[in-house]
């Protein structure tokens, strides 16, 4: 395989987040005293949920716009394509700057985030299916406007690699870390400030069963394409593929871990209960996975658990509680000593 | 009518504060830019929710405790009974001070306050009824054990009153603060605690249409009870009627305010939408209360709403999110000038 760009230095995460910092919030480390009793184990979650635009996916968008601002090449015109949080992460980010932007979203892109993408500015514009967002995207750009692509641009990687490095900052001593996985973003973002603050950790991609292509890609050493997106409920990681470059990073972590889709209910549903903030499927995608690492451990291990996002639509929500899981409470996994 | 008590004197909250403050959490003030763009009006929000047990009541059961210890007066035994927040919040607080409790839960109570009020501590006893919870605590007590009354204690209204004091402290010029009604606790807090901190400041008490019993005992003067304990969703406000010792403060106010039960459930869904934490009918009821009476002002107002819990059962949430209110954006009330 050929590599056609520079690898990310892992510097330029802690540039990111220098450039980003003033307009983002510092979300919160949250834990459960109760779940830590459970598990035998500690988990802490970094709270993205309740990053402006309710999710991390702002970071990425403003580290590229206010980069290429610096360089004196902000763009007149931005365009992106997303089934959700990129499209108002984009939005937002444009309109902070100025520069006006174009989404082009599936139809069957959740109604809520459709709605607050108008409302954080941008021009919204529906297709049938994410090939043709895809497509009309590409032909935008050529036009002239510049394409924020959800995941494969550095300057989107290191802007969401300044989740975990908030993370790191303020929980020493984790044994691994766990990202939910779609195109990949985030989850190189971890693997390079994990490298950046601490190497020792470990760094496992997330992903649903039934969207497993990172975890086939990973373990054919070849990127896996999906036919058609899949319905899990975990809307953040739908994606058909990681790109060339997030997959350069991909291959190098310690794993990946898949869930299926009851996991992830049950897991939206605990921590929503025990957290008391919004959790989007796509969150507890990352502690259904958690769990089963730490399910397999024999000593008491320290771990960080990436919360995404919490925009979930009224339909998505009926999903999530159409079952009863807080009636079956955790199983403990390792009996405090 | 006579009353027995001698009236709170608004310092005892400011000393209720300085006792539990080492235990509770300082919950942070919340609000929306765009919910307040749609308004032209201020909404803060003070969210309990995230407070220990998911619900402001911890700090009436700690200050009643607290209190008693200070005075030497630590019973041996405590006993409670309620629907819900109120029973986890014993049960922690004398779990807190190493004294056995025993909590009479009705039946209906939402299944996971009774899981979590059991994993508190506290020995949970179902009863039929809620009259059967009152009588079985009544009983109880004169067999020896102190009983915490959710709203009839002036240690608990003091106690409940602190979360509106730091919200005062947190939040100047306030012009109306709203509050959830059931028993009346956390509202004569209010009132009791805006006299101190904030006398200008309108106090209105917040109550589901179809359990309007403090409304109607305002309205009339006289203490008005409900036969049977209220369908409503809002189920931290199903109580039958206040008490003399609440009504005394609760004919103070400034006024009642009634929601509908679809009122309830769409500002639910928006305040967890917009805030991207658990919001309990309770809690959306003051902010629908709230909403009624900014609509009728002509001026621009800054208020205060109460977030008073975040727990919810999955068969509630199902309630919740059958219908699709997110569809339906908040009605402008005032055009920003």
Chains 1, 2 share one sequence.
Not at 41 to 59: C, D, M, N, P, S
Not at 177 to 188: S, W
Not at 189 to 199: E, M, N, R, V, W
Not at 293 to 319: C, H, S, Y
Request: hydrophobic letters at 40%; aromatic letters at 8%.
């Amino acid at each position: 395989m050929v590599i056609d760009f520079e690898p990310i230095s892992m510097e330029v995460i802690k540039d990111a987040h220098s450039r980003i910092k003033p307009f983002i919030k510092r979300t919160p480390i949250m834990s459960s005293n109760i779940l830590n009793q459970w598990l035998g184990h500690e988990v802490f979650f970094k709270a993205e949920t309740l990053q402006t635009t309710g999710a991390f996916k702002i970071r990425g968008a403003l580290n590229t716009l206010l980069s290429l601002k610096e360089q004196g090449k902000l763009p007149k015109q931005v365009v992106a394509f997303s089934s959700g949080n990129h499209a108002q992460a984009v939005a937002y980010a444009a309109t902070l700057l100025g520069v006006p932007a174009t989404i082009f979203l599936p139809e069957f892109a959740s109604k809520i985030k459709q709605q607050a993408t108008a409302r954080y500015g941008a021009k919204v514009i529906n297709t049938k299916s994410r090939q043709e967002a895809e497509a009309r995207t590409l032909e935008l750009s050529r036009e002239g406007a510049y394409a924020i692509h959800p995941y494969d641009n550095d300057l989107v990687i290191a802007g969401q690699g300044t989740a975990s490095y908030e993370a790191f900052q303020d929980v020493a001593g984790v044994n691994a870390i766990f990202t939910p996985c779609g195109g990949g973003g985030l989850t190189c973002g971890a693997y390079l400030t994990a490298q950046l603050l601490s190497p020792k950790t470990k760094v496992f991609g997330c992903e649903p069963l039934m969207a497993n292509d990172a975890t086939r890609s990973y373990q054919t050493g070849n990127i896996v394409k999906l036919a058609d997106t899949p319905k899990t409920i975990a809307d953040g990681v739908r994606t058909l593929a990681v790109s060339e470059r997030t997959f350069y990073y991909l291959k190098k972590l310690n794993g990946f871990i898949e869930a299926t889709e009851d996991e992830i209910v049950y897991w939206t549903q605990w921590l929503s209960h025990l957290l008391k903030i919004t959790v989007e499927p796509t969150s507890a995608l990352a502690m259904a996975c958690g769990y089963k690492w730490l399910a397999e451990q024999n000593t008491k291990q320290r771990v960080l658990v990436l919360l995404t996002g919490g925009n979930i639509d009224p339909e998505t929500e009926r999903l999530i509680w159409q079952n009863d899981w807080l009636q079956k409470v955790p199983v403990k996994l390792l009996s405090l000593l």
